[in-house]
């Protein structure tokens, strides 16, 4: 079976997913931001898998099968650390005031998964998302082409750190999309902070890892790790990669669980080592059809949001700059750093 975008219907973001909107706010001084995923006003089914051991999130128990929330109305992914998971409380209020949120009897409760990543290395460590910042986030939602790069919650964002950040590669935030043949879209973004290396799986090429100061190329993290006697300094322990997986299939809570569990297998392949104990690594995955659960194949709808995964992930590093003295991966190997 071929699996091919239409390139004259789609946009090769997440945004393909229609109902959709991502909205950034961006503080290039202070080197952090924030990005929105707003879901269609009936919400979209959420589910989610952390596979780090670092993680910072909101709202992240409700999404759990079994539980009573079956819908997120929005998704928060945020720099800051746990400072930034405030960013949430402004997405809350822009939804409320749409009227938009679970039903509870006297109010409609905006339901608003958060996490977060550590990029107060970077800028200035005093400045992070804050309500405000989310609000504005969800002033600049879209339904077109994501804007990638160094941007909203990849702004702020670095990778290859097993050497310290003096050897960091910059990171960002990165979205890819594919379209099945049966018509159904798989979607995914995500900001990119890892402790590990960028890796292109189908080439094996190395996008960024740390800094090779002698050559002007990378080192390889694995062989570092390898040869090391002592655990990863403690600057290294400042990381984590998150980000949205999304279907327009129509799947359950359960189904949407599983979704993402396939796709941290997309982040294993792009990134090494992947959900090491220095990082938060966290997928969440949305379904947006309004039709009931049904016979999906999802077995191919997990394999592709996989697939989508490393994309996004290879897309953050290539599309990022350099910020705060820590240049982008093209930028080192063109050596203009």
Not at 35 to 42: A, H, R, S
Not at 82 to 87: Q, R, V
Request: glycine share 12%; hydrophobic share 40%.
């Amino acid at each position: 079976m071929s699996f091919e975008i239409n390139e004259q219907k789609m946009n090769g973001t997440l945004t393909d997913i229609k109902g959709l909107q991502v909205g950034h706010y961006t503080d290039d001084t202070a080197a952090t931001g924030c990005t929105v995923i707003l879901c269609p006003p009936n919400g979209a089914v959420a589910g989610y898998d952390i596979r780090g051991s670092a993680p910072g999130t909101r709202e992240t128990d409700l999404l759990r099968p079994g539980n009573l929330v079956q819908h997120a109305n929005a998704i928060v992914l945020s720099g800051g650390s746990a400072f930034g998971l405030d960013a949430a409380t402004g997405v809350v209020r822009y939804l409320e005031e749409r009227d938009i949120g679970f039903h509870a009897r006297v109010a409609k409760v905006p339901i608003v998964p958060a996490a977060i990543l550590f990029d107060l290395g970077l800028g200035q460590s005093d400045i992070r998302p804050n309500a405000e910042s989310g609000y504005e986030a969800c002033l600049n939602a879209t339904s077109d082409q994501v804007k990638q790069g160094s941007v909203g919650a990849g702004t702020g964002a670095t990778v290859a750190k097993v050497l310290g950040p003096n050897h960091a590669i910059k990171g960002g935030l990165g979205s890819a999309s594919i379209q099945m043949d049966n018509g159904y879209i798989v979607a995914a973004l995500f900001a990119v902070n890892a402790v590990g290396d960028v890796i292109n799986p189908e080439t094996g090429e190395t996008i960024a890892g740390p800094r090779n100061i002698e050559s002007q190329g990378f080192h390889n993290s694995i062989e570092i790790l390898q040869k090391r006697t002592i655990d990863l300094q403690p600057t290294s322990s400042t990381n984590t990669t998150i980000g949205v997986v999304a279907t327009d299939a129509p799947l359950n809570k359960e189904q949407v669980t599983k979704l993402a569990q396939m796709a941290n297998s997309g982040m294993a392949r792009a990134l090494r080592p992947a959900h090491t104990m220095a990082d938060g690594d966290l997928i969440f995955a949305l379904s947006t059809s309004e039709e009931p659960s049904g016979d999906v194949d999802l077995t191919a709808l997990g394999a592709l949001a996989g697939h989508v995964t490393e994309k996004a992930i290879v897309n953050a590093a290539h599309k990022a700059h350099g910020l705060s003295g820590v240049p982008s991966a093209r930028e080192w190997l063109d050596g203009n750093s």
